[in-house]
């Protein structure tokens, strides 16, 4: 091992010095016999006495420190002249440092001014700098004679040396990379006998073109670092504004500046400088960019690059993603994978899991242990040991499940002849691990102070001797299975199996993954009843990094939110007005004060979001969407937030000036506070805030009612077309050849006056002057009946696209006219696309919107209200009712597509057939399956329809239906149904002979087992059969 420590100098070593130790040894190359070599180490150079050998490298030109070789200490063993060494040329045993005085340019107004002294026709200057900047003059010299100028300066980072001309495009040579990396570089410039060189670092740039036949001659005047005032009447030139840096070993001509003549003002001019010292600071060691995020600075400040953390803000600090998935559902979005943050702006990373967003968020996190897996051959001496490691880490999960409400997994135990618990003695035979590492005996259903499963429970144990069915130990399969809902135990790290040792003795489990739902964070909320109220918790301590999260909702003009005090610092933030929230704060440089003002009220009582950051670099205060407000922090300034009080919420130490409202969520670091718990105790302040349906209301669409919960909201859609956590899953369906969808409003007009039904709107003695009707639909077919109202009067309304493709509106309020006709004909409305349609109907008068853009207002003439309204059909009309031809032609031939969200005020018939929640009046008929309506342009709207779960339980297809479109002599079509007709038989065949199989497998097995045992085993069976034929781990995937 070679330990060294270099510093480099221009006068101790002569370029050739090196530095020689000879060694001779045997080296045993594990063969019969050994051989000798000769080992020379060399130092300093490559020594090759009467060869003739080129090197590609130069001798090192240096001081070398601390020189070991094996631990023997070279450079002592050369100054004792010890035989095995051997010095060449000039070496000298200590390390002196050339005296130089290094300069600092404080500002871009810096600069250097000095005389030409060399007397020479040339320009010549050498010197060495350090910078943070990416740009910068270096040095300009003006040429006589030529009307021309050298400038010397960095652009991004790299050195640029330009000829520069009045009236031409300037000529630049380019040198070195990543300049500003706060390290010395040196510089040599050489213009000489029309010829102009650049070198960095010892390293010689391509020379510039010829600078033509005049002779180089400089003005008298170098200027380095910048230029002094246009007053002074000098011609310097600056592009890139002045350096910012350190100069040292400056010298003009070959002769060194002495800057201590510079500094006594006996030589040159200069302006903002700091001489005899190298004033650049390291400003991103430490780092104070958080999360990963890449420092990089200049001479005043740095800069932090967050780029791919999941972090932003001026130090990485505020995560980009949300920290649970209820907080997703509640920024309107909807089931899928997101990014989870449960710390915010902690040190925990975010995480990819599933947010299932129903009416109850659930958070869905899987592991790699979702198999069911198969166990034998174990004992308590060799047990078996089954891990879940997960797609977060455990400081990940912890954090998500203390935010959730509530958290479960689905444990599934099947046993045949393998317990569960010695029935002897008690010992557990397995058991499972969850996070604090400690043995569970406890399984799905049951709680960790009983050693029970679910059916020990509930008392419905096969044997009720035992708390769980596999420890009645019976030599046929079954099972245990319930939820593990402690959420202090959660997640399931490991599952240890010592009983499958026995003759027959086997066992299989499976393990669900984690679910958590709900908040509790994110619903934290306490009410503030008088201006003197107020919570108080610990001192706050965010002194490099802070930030403070809360909504709040409030009638008052104005109030505190939050305060605490140190010495002389202090952070407060505040409702200044009703329009105005404001953020102060003092770290030891004076307050200061951030403030939102908004074009609308705060004081509406509803929700409004505030988020303040204060970090070395700037305070930010962001109120809503509204435009964040920053104050920059002072440079080189106080930068700790040094707190000793307590943290008052919702009011002040003095007890003057407190907050009247509800404050929610309040988090500071990404700690939530628990304001329930402490408002529990605390007089005047009540947990909990009601009144969320003002703020969040606007989530729930296409009808859907928000209604209040002791914590949040959610969603009524029992009078939408549409349905999930916002009513925004619009359902629609795919109707078959002579199918119809008929929602009755009551059977017999004379039972309607004591209907207690939704629909007894509609009907009985009320009049219906009005309606709103919206569906959307996507056919080819003509004619085609969409929609068909009707009465006991014989009124009807009939939505229809007649035979040239129209698209008509048919209204009859009074029997003994005929109907008013409403025709669009501007296209085809059976053209495969999708379309959307309102009809709004006051009255007399009707407004009708196609497609968001076509509107028309009509005037009927047939009356104004509807009596009696009967019901409402999709599709084919079955029953023949007075009604005009086309609509008869139309509703004869029924409707063939697709129809989607179709709502006749709070009536949702195609809701009601697919998706019920109580009973309905509705029918379905024929071939109706839910579906969506979405298809590529062109295509064929009834063949590319995709079904997926409903089927016809309510009715027949009409078998004096005539079949005339089915009955073809194209024999492609003969040929194609007898290939249907032979699979059929093909399929019944298959399904009679595994029938028979499993007959015959059940004979076998005992004559009589409980229904329990039974069902176990057939589920046990059915997987591990597929399990054997396919892989031994057959995948299961939950969503």
């Given at each position: 091992m070679i330990s060294i420590g270099i510093q480099c100098s221009s006068s101790v070593w002569a370029n050739k010095s090196t530095l020689q130790w000879t060694n001779t040894g045997i080296i045993s190359m594990h063969r019969e016999n050994s051989i000798s070599r000769i080992l020379i180490m060399s130092f300093g150079g490559?020594?090759?006495?009467?060869?003739?050998?080129?090197?590609?490298h130069r001798n090192f030109h240096g001081c070398l420190e601390n020189l070991y070789y094996n631990g023997v200490d070279i450079i002592d063993l050369a100054k004792q002249q010890k035989p095995q060494l051997i010095?060449?040329?000039?070496?000298?045993?200590?390390?002196?440092?050339?005296?130089?005085?290094?300069?600092?340019?404080?500002?871009?107004?810096?600069?250097?001014?000095?005389?030409?002294?060399?007397?020479?026709?040339?320009?010549?200057?050498?010197?060495?700098?350090?910078?943070?900047?990416?740009?910068?003059?270096?040095?300009?010299?003006?040429?006589?004679?030529?009307?021309?100028?050298?400038?010397?300066?960095?652009?991004?980072?790299?050195?640029?040396?330009?000829?520069?001309?009045?009236?031409?495009?300037?000529?630049?040579?380019?040198?070195?990379?990543?300049?500003?990396?706060?390290?010395?570089?040196?510089?040599?410039?050489?213009?000489k006998k029309n010829h102009l060189s650049v070198a960095v670092d010892g390293q010689l740039a391509s020379a510039a073109p010829p600078l033509g036949p005049e002779q180089i001659y400089s003005d008298g005047t170098y200027y380095f670092g910048g230029c002094p005032d246009k007053s002074f009447g000098s011609k310097c030139k600056s592009p890139l504004g002045g350096f910012q840096g350190c100069m040292r070993l400056i010298s003009i001509g070959g002769r060194v500046v002495d800057l201590i003549s510079v500094q006594q003002g006996s030589l040159g001019n200069f302006s903002d400088l700091q001489i005899d010292s190298c004033g650049i600071s390291d400003r991103c060691s430490p780092n104070y960019c958080e999360h990963g995020g890449e420092c990089s600075q200049s001479w005043s400040a740095f800069h932090c690059n967050c780029t791919n953390t999941g972090y932003r803000g001026a130090t990485c600090h505020n995560s980009i993603y949300e920290q649970s998935?209820?907080?997703?559902?509640?920024?309107?979005?909807?089931?899928?994978?997101?990014?989870?943050?449960?710390?915010?702006?902690?040190?925990?990373?975010?995480?990819?899991?599933?947010?299932?967003?129903?009416e109850t968020t659930w958070t869905i996190i899987q592991h790699n242990g979702s198999d069911l897996t198969r166990v034998r051959n174990t004992n308590p001496e060799n047990p078996y040991a089954g891990f879940f490691e997960y797609v977060a880490s455990m400081e990940q999960l912890q954090a998500t499940i203390n935010r959730a409400e509530h958290c479960e997994q689905e444990f599934t135990y099947y046993c045949k002849k393998s317990r569960l618990v010695n029935k002897q003695d008690g010992t557990p035979l397995s058991w499972w691990v969850g996070r604090t590492n400690e043995t569970q005996t406890y399984w799905g259903g049951s709680s960790p102070d009983l050693q029970k499963c679910s059916c020990g429970l509930e008392g419905n144990c096969i044997d009720s001797q035992y708390y769980c069915n596999c420890d009645a130990d019976r030599n046929e399969w079954t099972n245990d299975t319930g939820l593990l809902s402690y959420k202090e135990h959660l997640p399931v790290t490991k599952i240890v199996i010592t009983d499958t040792g026995r003759l027959h003795s086997e066992a299989a489990y499976k393990l669900g993954p984690l679910l958590c739902r709900g908040d509790r964070s994110f619903w934290n909320s306490a009410s503030f009843d008088t201006e003197a109220s107020y919570l108080h918790?610990?001192?706050?301590?965010?002194?490099?990094?802070?930030?403070v999260s809360f909504f709040f909702k409030t009638t008052a003009s104005s109030g505190v939110f939050l305060e605490n005090l140190g010495i002389t610092d202090f952070i407060r933030i505040e409702l200044r007005s009703p329009t105005v929230v404001?953020?102060?704060?003092?770290?030891?440089?004076?307050?200061f004060e951030i403030s939102v003002q908004s074009p609308t009220h705060f004081n509406d009582n509803q929700w409004h979001h505030v988020r303040i950051e204060r970090n070395m670099k700037e305070a930010t205060l962001q109120v809503d969407q509204l435009t964040p407000k920053t104050q920059p922090a002072p440079a080189d300034g106080h930068v700790l937030l040094q707190l000793n009080s307590q943290l008052f919420v919702g009011g002040t130490a003095t007890?003057?000036?407190?907050?009247?409202?509800?404050?929610?969520?309040?988090?500071?670091?990404?700690?939530?506070?628990?304001?329930?718990?402490?408002?529990?105790?605390?007089?005047?302040?009540?947990?909990?805030?009601?009144?969320?349906?003002?703020?969040?209301?606007?989530?729930?669409?296409?009808?859907?009612?928000?209604?209040e919960r002791p914590?949040?909201?959610?969603?009524?859609?029992?009078?939408?077309?549409?349905?999930?956590?916002?009513?925004?899953?619009?359902?629609?369906?795919?109707?078959?050849?002579?199918?119809?969808?008929?929602?009755?409003?009551?059977?017999?007009?004379?039972?309607?006056?004591?209907?207690?039904?939704?629909?007894?709107?509609?009907?009985?003695?009320?009049?219906?002057?009005?309606?709103?009707?919206?569906?959307?639909?996507?056919?080819?077919?003509?004619?085609?009946?969409?929609?068909?109202?009707?009465?006991?009067?014989?009124?009807?309304?009939?939505?229809?696209?007649?035979?040239?493709g129209s698209f008509q509106i048919r209204?009859?309020?009074?029997?003994?006219?005929?109907?008013?006709?409403?025709?669009?004909?501007?296209?085809?409305?059976?053209?495969?696309?999708?379309?959307?349609?309102?009809?709004?109907?006051?009255?007399?008068?009707?407004?009708?919107?196609?497609?968001?853009?076509?509107?028309?207002?009509?005037?009927?003439?047939?009356?104004?209200?509807?009596?009696?309204?009967?019901?409402?059909?999709?599709?084919?009309?079955?029953?023949?009712?007075?009604?005009?031809?086309?609509?008869?032609?139309?509703?004869?031939?029924?409707?063939?597509?697709?129809?989607?969200?179709?709502?006749?005020?709070?009536?949702?018939?195609?809701?009601?057939?697919?998706?019920?929640?109580?009973?309905?009046?509705?029918?379905?008929?024929?071939?109706?399956?839910?579906?969506?309506?979405?298809?590529?342009?062109?295509?064929?709207?009834?063949?590319?329809?995709?079904?997926?779960?409903?089927?016809?339980?309510?009715?027949?297809?009409?078998?004096?239906?005539?079949?005339?479109?089915?009955?073809?002599?194209?024999?492609?079509?003969?040929?194609?149904?007898?290939?249907?007709?032979?699979?059929?038989?093909?399929?019944?065949?298959?399904?009679?002979?595994?029938?028979?199989?499993?007959?015959?497998?059940?004979?076998?097995?005992?004559?009589?087992?409980?229904?329990?045992?039974?069902s176990a085993e057939a589920v046990l069976k059915s997987e591990l059969n597929i399990q054997n034929a396919v892989n031994e781990n057959q995948k299961e995937y939950f969503f």
């Amino acid at each position: 091992m070679i330990s060294i420590g270099i510093q480099c100098s221009s006068s101790v070593w002569a370029n050739k010095s090196t530095l020689q130790w000879t060694n001779t040894g045997i080296i045993s190359m594990h063969r019969e016999n050994s051989i000798s070599r000769i080992l020379i180490m060399s130092f300093g150079g490559i020594p090759a006495p009467g060869k003739s050998v080129s090197f590609p490298h130069r001798n090192f030109h240096g001081c070398l420190e601390n020189l070991y070789y094996n631990g023997v200490d070279i450079i002592d063993l050369a100054k004792q002249q010890k035989p095995q060494l051997i010095a060449m040329g000039n070496v000298s045993f200590s390390c002196s440092q050339p005296q130089s005085m290094p300069v600092t340019f404080l500002s871009s107004r810096s600069y250097l001014a000095l005389p030409d002294f060399s007397g020479e026709e040339e320009v010549s200057a050498t010197f060495q700098f350090r910078t943070w900047n990416k740009a910068g003059l270096l040095l300009f010299s003006e040429l006589q004679l030529v009307s021309r100028g050298i400038l010397l300066f960095l652009s991004d980072g790299k050195l640029k040396l330009n000829l520069y001309q009045p009236g031409k495009l300037p000529s630049d040579i380019t040198a070195g990379v990543g300049l500003n990396d706060g390290q010395w570089h040196s510089v040599s410039l050489s213009a000489k006998k029309n010829h102009l060189s650049v070198a960095v670092d010892g390293q010689l740039a391509s020379a510039a073109p010829p600078l033509g036949p005049e002779q180089i001659y400089s003005d008298g005047t170098y200027y380095f670092g910048g230029c002094p005032d246009k007053s002074f009447g000098s011609k310097c030139k600056s592009p890139l504004g002045g350096f910012q840096g350190c100069m040292r070993l400056i010298s003009i001509g070959g002769r060194v500046v002495d800057l201590i003549s510079v500094q006594q003002g006996s030589l040159g001019n200069f302006s903002d400088l700091q001489i005899d010292s190298c004033g650049i600071s390291d400003r991103c060691s430490p780092n104070y960019c958080e999360h990963g995020g890449e420092c990089s600075q200049s001479w005043s400040a740095f800069h932090c690059n967050c780029t791919n953390t999941g972090y932003r803000g001026a130090t990485c600090h505020n995560s980009i993603y949300e920290q649970s998935c209820e907080a997703y559902k509640h920024r309107g979005n909807t089931s899928g994978f997101y990014y989870i943050d449960s710390d915010g702006s902690g040190p925990l990373e975010p995480f990819l899991l599933y947010c299932n967003m129903t009416e109850t968020t659930w958070t869905i996190i899987q592991h790699n242990g979702s198999d069911l897996t198969r166990v034998r051959n174990t004992n308590p001496e060799n047990p078996y040991a089954g891990f879940f490691e997960y797609v977060a880490s455990m400081e990940q999960l912890q954090a998500t499940i203390n935010r959730a409400e509530h958290c479960e997994q689905e444990f599934t135990y099947y046993c045949k002849k393998s317990r569960l618990v010695n029935k002897q003695d008690g010992t557990p035979l397995s058991w499972w691990v969850g996070r604090t590492n400690e043995t569970q005996t406890y399984w799905g259903g049951s709680s960790p102070d009983l050693q029970k499963c679910s059916c020990g429970l509930e008392g419905n144990c096969i044997d009720s001797q035992y708390y769980c069915n596999c420890d009645a130990d019976r030599n046929e399969w079954t099972n245990d299975t319930g939820l593990l809902s402690y959420k202090e135990h959660l997640p399931v790290t490991k599952i240890v199996i010592t009983d499958t040792g026995r003759l027959h003795s086997e066992a299989a489990y499976k393990l669900g993954p984690l679910l958590c739902r709900g908040d509790r964070s994110f619903w934290n909320s306490a009410s503030f009843d008088t201006e003197a109220s107020y919570l108080h918790f610990p001192t706050f301590h965010g002194e490099l990094s802070a930030d403070v999260s809360f909504f709040f909702k409030t009638t008052a003009s104005s109030g505190v939110f939050l305060e605490n005090l140190g010495i002389t610092d202090f952070i407060r933030i505040e409702l200044r007005s009703p329009t105005v929230v404001t953020f102060s704060f003092d770290v030891g440089n004076g307050p200061f004060e951030i403030s939102v003002q908004s074009p609308t009220h705060f004081n509406d009582n509803q929700w409004h979001h505030v988020r303040i950051e204060r970090n070395m670099k700037e305070a930010t205060l962001q109120v809503d969407q509204l435009t964040p407000k920053t104050q920059p922090a002072p440079a080189d300034g106080h930068v700790l937030l040094q707190l000793n009080s307590q943290l008052f919420v919702g009011g002040t130490a003095t007890r003057q000036r407190g907050f009247l409202g509800c404050i929610r969520s309040l988090q500071l670091n990404g700690m939530t506070l628990d304001l329930e718990e402490r408002a529990q105790v605390t007089p005047e302040v009540q947990p909990g805030c009601r009144g969320h349906c003002s703020s969040y209301g606007k989530l729930c669409r296409n009808g859907g009612k928000c209604r209040e919960r002791p914590i949040g909201f959610f969603c009524d859609c029992t009078f939408s077309a549409y349905t999930g956590p916002f009513c925004s899953n619009e359902i629609s369906a795919y109707f078959g050849s002579g199918s119809s969808v008929i929602y009755n409003f009551q059977e017999n007009y004379l039972l309607s006056k004591n209907s207690s039904s939704h629909a007894a709107s509609f009907h009985g003695d009320m009049k219906l002057s009005r309606e709103m009707i919206k569906f959307s639909f996507r056919t080819t077919r003509t004619p085609s009946l969409l929609l068909f109202v009707s009465s006991f009067y014989k009124e009807y309304l009939s939505v229809i696209i007649a035979k040239n493709g129209s698209f008509q509106i048919r209204y009859k309020l009074n029997r003994y006219q005929d109907p008013d006709v409403v025709n669009f004909d501007f296209k085809n409305m059976a053209d495969g696309q999708l379309h959307h349609i309102v009809i709004n109907r006051e009255e007399g008068v009707v407004f009708i919107e196609i497609d968001n853009n076509t509107r028309r207002q009509v005037h009927l003439s047939s009356g104004t209200e509807f009596s009696a309204v009967k019901s409402l059909v999709l599709g084919r009309i079955l029953e023949h009712s007075d009604v005009d031809q086309e609509t008869a032609l139309a509703g004869a031939q029924g409707f063939t597509g697709c129809l989607s969200a179709v709502q006749l005020s709070h009536v949702a018939p195609l809701k009601a057939a697919l998706h019920p929640s109580h009973p309905d009046p509705v029918t379905v008929i024929g071939h109706v399956t839910e579906s969506s309506c979405v298809a590529q342009p062109g295509t064929d709207a009834t063949s590319r329809e995709r079904t997926h779960s409903f089927s016809d339980h309510s009715g027949t297809i009409d078998d004096k239906e005539p079949l005339a479109n089915a009955i073809k002599s194209d024999s492609a079509v003969i040929g194609g149904l007898i290939a249907v007709v032979i699979f059929i038989l093909l399929c019944i065949t298959a399904i009679a002979v595994r029938i028979y199989q499993q007959k015959r497998l059940y004979k076998r097995s005992e004559a009589k087992r409980s229904e329990n045992v039974d069902s176990a085993e057939a589920v046990l069976k059915s997987e591990l059969n597929i399990q054997n034929a396919v892989n031994e781990n057959q995948k299961e995937y939950f969503f």
